[in-house]
T-cell receptor, first 113, second 114 residues
Framework: GDSVTQMEGPVTLSEEAFLTINCTYTATGYPSLFWYVQYPGEGLQLLLK?????DKGSNKGFEATYRKETTSFHLEKGSVQVSDSAVYFC????????????FGQGTTLQVKP | DAGVIQSPRHEVTEMGQEVTLRCKPI?????LFWYRQTMMRGLELLIY????????DSGMPEDRFSAKMPNASFSTLKIQPSEPRDSAVYFC????????????FGPGTRLLVL
């Protein structure tokens, strides 16, 4: 079945450092890919998405490119801030029109001043 | 537009009591999902509905858990009787499967069973 694998956390960075959180997927069809962010005490929020191969999703300085050849959707940001500290979830849309998303296990990011 | 609305935001109850969590999806969305999040198990999909019909309840942990969606604008998740291991944050999310497939999450209900 479809699945998503994220890099293990926690990831600890200093402010202004470069961020990469790896995400790879397995899918039988052509899923849409998502990054969600969860700030402490809150629900998950969509950060960015890409709906087809080679698409780049971007938002708030974060970006990720849908790579079909490597089945990856790595999240990057050039300069992180303390306010980016959160849990980041990679997800894909399940094959077929169910609306169901398959989530990775989440990666905790802590940014220190 | 209002997002997904969940109530209550916090619930503290004693073991054995019935707990009912409520969710109002975004207007026009026809799919609704209930998730549970704990430190130990992460984010788990419990059940989801399309057009008010339960499609997949394989994530519901036990018969003590039940969910209903009597109409397009309301869903409940009930735990009866509750146990301490049910303590978690429960999220509701909604989407339109035919569209962008983006799920929109509510703020969650933080449940503590003593």
């Amino acid at each position: 079945g479809d699945s998503v694998t994220q890099m293990e956390g926690p990831v600890t960075l200093s402010e202004e450092a470069f961020l990469t959180i790896n995400c790879t997927y397995t899918a039988t069809g052509y899923p849409s890919l998502f990054w969600y962010v969860q700030y402490p005490g809150e629900g998950l929020q969509l950060l960015l998405k890409a709906t087809k191969a080679d698409d780049k999703g971007s938002n708030k300085g974060f970006e990720a490119t849908y790579r079909k050849e490597t089945t990856s959707f790595h999240l990057e940001k050039g300069s992180v801030q303390v306010s980016d500290s959160a849990v980041y979830f990679c997800a894909l849309s399940e094959t077929g029109n169910t609306g169901k998303l398959i989530f990775g296990q989440g990666t905790t990011l802590q940014v220190k001043p | 537009d209002a997002g997904v609305i969940q109530s209550p935001r916090h619930e503290v109850t004693e073991m054995g009591q019935e707990v009912t969590l409520r969710c109002k999806p975004i207007s026009g969305h026809n799919s609704l999902f209930w998730y549970r999040q704990t430190m130990m198990r992460g984010l788990e999909l419990l059940i989801y509905f399309n057009n008010n019909v339960p499609i997949d309840d394989s994530g519901m942990p036990e018969d003590r858990f039940s969910a209903k969606m009597p109409n397009a604008s309301f869903s409940t998740l009930k735990i009866q009787p509750s146990e301490p291991r049910d303590s978690a944050v429960y999220f509701c999310a909604s989407t339109t499967p035919e569209g962008s497939k983006t799920q929109y999450f509510g703020p969650g209900t933080r449940l503590l069973v003593l």
